[in-house]
């Protein structure tokens, strides 16, 4: 059985940056009909290019068109998907039935995978989408491990099951979210979503505000958090095997909108999860370690989400996002045979530091003290200040292209 670390994409660096990592396949957009409009996402060219890339290192891409679509977005749709087709996308993600029948007609060789969107939440709507056509169901997020296995055995063994395993969660079903329309006129079902959930809110007593009396109060934060409407961030990282055991083939991680940095911890730690339990399932349950590399990026409380049946809203219990870690610089060029890298600076550092490396090689979670820096000139540095500034840095390890640098938050 094939199983695979799907990804996302939300521009080139990104697309480049997970696969490095390890991803099988990324999901990504042009610059319509998908859900994550504020990403970068792709010129038409670029989806020609970043395909041909991906494809060139055995990997898959799977293109977002799950819009909930009204009349006029079915312009110019046909000439998309035949495009998507002639340049050899792997797949496109699909919520709207009229998508979904339109695809069907235009480009009935295009693979067709059933979007979260469209809350494919028991086993007879699974079947009937697998009818109608698609080859991979991507399970609603509000599923149990029980309910999942329950689909499986119903549906044709050649209907892959994809389901999310990390991430933002939605408060809405599936994210089918009106908050976002209704706070700030940008529809989240047409990929324009501002997030309203994780903005700060405040109360106030009501027959005071009638009177315009009324005092605003912040919610304040207390260990329980105070992002109220936003939830916990979904980690499967340590019940991948009852995934598998549930039929689920394709590991899905949310993140379009995530820095690259993000991409990279994420991505790498899912990848070296799977290897080993595929390797040694023992050695698999026995780590302890994996949650605490997922925390060195941007993450707020973890929570397994429905896929255990919780019924004490324990995923909605939130906090303000933080990491363990800190991203420092970004690595540009291969070292060089004198021992300096060519690093794209993130956050400022200095000679004394003590950096971590992440890496997809035998370099991660290697650590070194920053003992020389000098700028495009040769002149020696102290401390790099100046934000994306470009440096040579002195490494004692080879390090490629995407590796990054990462700082304990606790150093000083």
């Known amino acids: 059985m094939k199983y695979e670390i799907l990804a996302p994409a939300g521009d080139k660096n990104k ?31 670029e989806l020609d290019k970043y395909i041909s890339l991906a494809h060139s290192l055995g990997k898959k891409c799977y293109i977002t068109v799950n819009i ?32 979904m029948s339109l695809a069907k007609k235009v480009v009935p060789n295009l693979p067709i995978h059933l979007s979260t969107q469209a809350s494919a939440s028991n086993k007879y709507a699974a079947k009937f989408w697998a009818d109608q056509g698609a080859k991979r169901i991507i399970l609603a997020r509000e599923l149990s491990i029980k309910e999942i296995k329950e689909i499986r055995e119903f549906l044709p063994k050649d209907v892959e099951l994809e389901a999310f395993v990390h991430g933002a969660m939605c408060i809405s079903y599936s994210g089918r979210c009106l908050l976002s329309n209704y706070l700030a006129g940008r529809d989240s079902n047409r990929g324009q979503c501002v997030q309203a959930c994780r903005w700060e809110y405040y109360i106030t007593e009501r027959s005071r505000a009638d009177k315009g009396e009324g005092e605003l109060y912040q919610i304040q934060q207390d260990k329980q958090g105070t992002y109220i409407l936003n939830s916990k961030d979904l980690c499967m990282i340590d019940h991948l095997h009852e995934l598998i055991d549930a039929g689920v083939t394709s590991f899905k991680i949310e993140g379009r909108m ?10 790498n730690a899912y990848r070296r999860a799977l290897d080993q339990l595929l390797k040694d399932k023992q050695a698999y349950l026995s780590d302890t370690t994996r949650q605490k590399e997922l925390e060195k990026s941007s993450h707020r409380l973890f929570t397994t989400g429905f896929y255990f049946g919780s019924t004490e809203k324990e995923y909605l219990k939130t906090s303000y996002p933080v990491a363990s870690s800190e991203f420092i610089a970004e690595v540009v060029e291969p070292t060089d045979k004198n021992g300096f890298t060519l690093v794209e600076m993130r956050n400022r550092f200095k000679v004394g530091d003590m ?28 401390d790099v200040k100046e934000v994306q500034q470009l440096v040579l840095l002195k490494t004692p390890f080879k390090l490629n292209k995407h590796d990054i640098l990462r700082k304990d938050k606790k150093e000083k």
């Open 355 to 382: 950096l971590e490396i992440l890496s997809p090689d035998q370099n991660f979670n290697k650590t070194f003290v920053v003992e020389e820096i000098k700028d495009n000139n040769g002149n020696t540095l102290a």
């Open 68 to 99: 909930q679509a009204h009349n006029d977005d079915f312009d110019g749709l046909s000439d998309y998907l035949l495009y998507l087709q002639k340049i050899g996308a792997d797949a496109i993600i699909v919520s709207d039935a009229g998508i």
């Open 258 to 267: 995530k820095s690259n940095y993000y991409v990279a911890t994420v991505v």
């Open 15 to 45: 697309l480049e940056t997970a696969i490095y990592y390890g991803a099988d396949a990324v999901y990504m957009a042009g610059k319509r009909w998908g859900l994550r409009a504020f990403s970068d996402n792709f010129e038409q060219d």
